[in-house]
């Protein structure tokens, strides 16, 4: 008995420390963790948008944030997006505007939201659902970023997921105002190192580049081999000038799927289709009525 | 009962005479798994070091107040905490790094040999020789790692560390996940051959 | 004996009445499914006016993570009968999401919707067939390899170790799955889950242990050695951490620790029946042993590769 009671309290004494040990480690290292992840989103987000290492954005560039809910009141569902209210240079909150299914204007709600707390998922969620009631239920889905300069719109900042060869396959996608892609990045993926991790290179991403929405929404994969003049443009060996030239009269080509992983090629490929076309759908949509309803928006 | 094995020895004996991944063929599921950079074979190595060594020395410290029933489940404990540790750690300062090695540093609170330096080294000697033992396990599974890592990387994508050096690519083969085997059977090999090879002009 | 029967016999057909509500939900649509690449087959149960059911215009189709993306159909075909309409869209469709359709005026009724998914038991034979050989934990995801090779000499020891291994991992990933749900998950302790999947295996193992020595002593001396070297084997560890990170339900959850111990067993046999010819063969010295075996093992990889990307459900 009394064995049995040393080992029940020395089992207790080790698993309150290691509870401990571990608990202070989460402590600490969440705030980094967060701040890291951050910090590496944004990173990617400047090179993306042309923004390397010494070359700092300019003052009259800003980022806003729109934030996609969907409502639920009853058995009718509703699509909600939370904006930053007041035109360019104007600090307004702000203001969340529902839609429905079939893109009309259902209503307006101005939300008390700092930019700050808006960012933080918990407390946006709870501004937006005390906004509407215990009536509906607002389900956050997704959020886009866009990025003026002076108040006129540069690009635009979508991050995705979508299942992969393996896993799934997160990106960070960049469109110009007319909806042509400036270019993704990979975030995160488990495809095979040599096959389908390939997607991180260069001269498979770069392909994507400055094509138009009409070919992104026909956009397939080719089982081809790759030109080698379009992969020395594609990687960058040549001079800017041959480059471009070359990159233009592939620009209304098909992807090339890399050799031996097709399936993710073509995983990248129609996630980015999908993500496009929805995201001009959905923008258009929006702005339809932000438009007719003379909601200022500052980008 | 002490080790009369100094700390050099017992470092030299992690990385030759008991190497994990060579001599005592434990812990093989990263070394075929995310082999295929030097640099992989690093980052991991360096978790699998942590791991060890710490645990070692804390196994080491508590060995009398841990009662022998309950062993095995404390080694368990110590060990998870310590993994848990590094895995909050490398996913909150490297987040790059630890994206490209996935499950792998969660595993190693199952790899045979961490548990076993506890229960036939830690548990009976010094502090001092079991953080020597461990630094030396541990640094002998990252130069396994290192060196299938390096043969895999300069065969597969003729870079080393990422930097492009032969400027071409030997052979892909190399880097495809299912080469590991290949790789670590024939270099296996490769070190039997060379041991009995030199056993047998010491005999002459 | 009968009673038990009764009770199978009792809960199948309240199974079979559960899954036919479901699909009838609507009264008006008897089943759908998704056809070609861009189709959607709806069987109607009567016949239905031609002129409405024709026309695309009555139908909206939305995928259901996006209802307000609404899918154009391009043509509606009925069958000559009327109660079969083929839904074809301009684009082909994302078969894995659940689809909603919402039909207007069609067979009288003003407005029925109803939803088009793939069966879910097919799903969960997927995910099965997944971890079973797609991506077979030892030959494609590398894990457990210590295990692996330490105990597929024999035949006899590979059936042991594969089905002891089998039944310790679906009760602990089981145990692991209600912990992780209704603990960790709610109060946020997803950083725990290192010590609480591998502190549940090793009392799965222990349990295991004691039941069977009391139980069945025959069966301990056999089984009872490849007990300890469960907890030594990556898989047991990899599987929680998959079913965590993927968000599973029981039930996936289930068929995915089954395919796991599965997929194990299965190496493990395919692997002792090529070391017990090896062992006869003429290999050069310094290969005999684990650097033959790691290249068979190799090869075996190589031969797995070939199903990946399979897709049957």
Known sequence: ?299 | MATDKSSLQLVANGILKENPIFKLALSMCPAVGISTTVINGLMLGTAVLFVQVFSSVTISLLKNFIHPRIRIPTYTLTIATWVTVIDLSLAAYFPAAYAKMGIFVKIIVAFAIITMRLEMFACKEPVKSSFWDGLGMGLGFMVGMVVIGFVRELLGSGAILGYDVLGFKPLLFFILPSAGFFVVGLMMGFFNWIETYYAERKKR | ?313
């Open chain 3, 1 to 313: 004996m009968r009673g038990r029967q009764k009770i199978t016999v009792y809960i199948l057909f309240l199974l079979v009445m559960g899954s036919c509500g479901l699909a009838q939900a609507a009264g008006l649509v008897s089943d759908t499914e998704f056809g070609a690449d861009n189709e959607i087959v709806v069987q109607f149960s009567i016949p239905v006016d031609r002129e409405v059911a024709g026309d695309p215009e009555n139908y909206t189709v939305y995928e259901e993570s996006d209802p307000d993306i609404r899918l154009p159909i391009t043509a509606v075909s009925l069958s000559s009968d009327g109660t079969e309409a083929i839904l074809s869209f301009a684009d082909p469709l994302n078969t894995t999401a659940k689809h909603i359709v919402t039909a207007t005026g069609i067979g009288g009724v003003e407005q029925s919707t109803f939803s088009v998914s793939k069966s879910y038991f097919g799903y969960l034979l997927s995910i099965l067939l997944s971890a079973l050989i797609i991506n077979n934990f030892v030959f494609t995801k590398y894990l457990g390899l210590c295990v692996f090779f330490g105990t597929s000499k024999r035949k006899e020891t590979a059936k042991g170790m594969g089905v002891v291994f089998t039944i310790v991992i679906v009760v602990a990933v089981s145990m692991s799955w209600v912990l992780y749900q209704y603990i960790l998950k709610p109060f946020s302790l997803d950083y725990l889950q290192i010590v609480i999947f591998i502190g549940l295996t090793s009392l799965t193992v222990q349990a295991v242990d004691t039941v069977l020595r009391k139980v069945n002593p025959i069966l301990f001396k056999s089984f009872g050695v490849y007990l300890v070297l469960v907890i030594a084997n990556c898989v047991i560890i990899a599987v929680p951490l998959l079913m965590a990170s993927n968000g599973y339900n029981y039930f996936e959850t289930f068929m995915l620790s089954l395919g796991a111990g599965g997929g194990f067993l299965l190496a493990l046999y395919l692997m002792s029946s090529v070391s017990e010819r090896v062992e006869l063969a003429k290999v050069p010295p310094s290969f005999k042993g684990l650097p033959i075996a790691f290249i068979v093992a190799g090869q075996f990889a190589m031969a797995f590769l070939g199903f990946s990307g399979l897709q049957l459900f």
């Open chain 1, 1 to 299: 008995m009394k064995m049995i009671l040393t080992i029940i309290f020395r089992l207790t004494v080790s698993c309150l420390i290691a509870g401990t040990i571990m608990g202070t480690t989460f402590v600490f290292t969440n705030k980094a963790k967060k701040a890291n992840e951050h910090a590496r989103e944004e990173k990617v987000m400047y090179a993306l948008l042309g923004y390397g290492a010494g070359q700092e954005p300019d003052e009259g560039t800003a980022l806003h944030e729109i934030f996609r809910y969907i409502v639920a009141d009853g058995d009718s569902q509703s699509i909600g997006y939370l904006l930053p209210a007041g035109h360019h240079g104007e600090e307004a909150g702000f203001v969340f505007v529902q839609l429905s299914l079939e893109g009309d204007f259902v209503s307006k709600t101005a939300i008390p939201l700092s930019e700050e707390k808006a960012r933080e998922q918990g407390d946006r969620d709870n501004a937006v659902q005390t906004a509407l009631g215990s009536s509906q239920i607002a389900r956050f889905v997704d959020q886009v970023m866009v990025v003026t300069e002076d108040g006129s719109r540069q690009a635009y900042l979508l991050s995705g997921k979508f299942p992969g060869y393996k896993t799934n396959i997160s990106i960070i996608l960049a469109l110009d105002p007319a909806y042509s892609i400036i270019g993704f990045e990979v975030m995160e993926h488990e495809e095979d190192p040599g096959l389908g991790a390939e997607i991180e290179q260069d001269y498979f991403k770069n392909q994507f580049k400055h094509k138009p929405l009409e070919k992104i929404k026909q956009l397939q994969v080719v089982k081809e081999p790759l030109p080698d003049e379009y992969y020395n443009a594609l990687e960058g060996k040549l001079e800017l000038a041959a480059a471009e030239q070359i990159m233009l009269q592939y620009s209304d080509n098909d992807i090339y799927a890399i050799t031996g992983s097709t399936i993710s090629s073509d995983a990248v490929t129609s996630g980015i289709r999908g993500m496009t076309k929805k995201f001009a759908y959905r923008l258009d949509t929006l702005e339809k009525v932000l438009e007719a309803q003379q909601i200022g928006v500052p980008f």
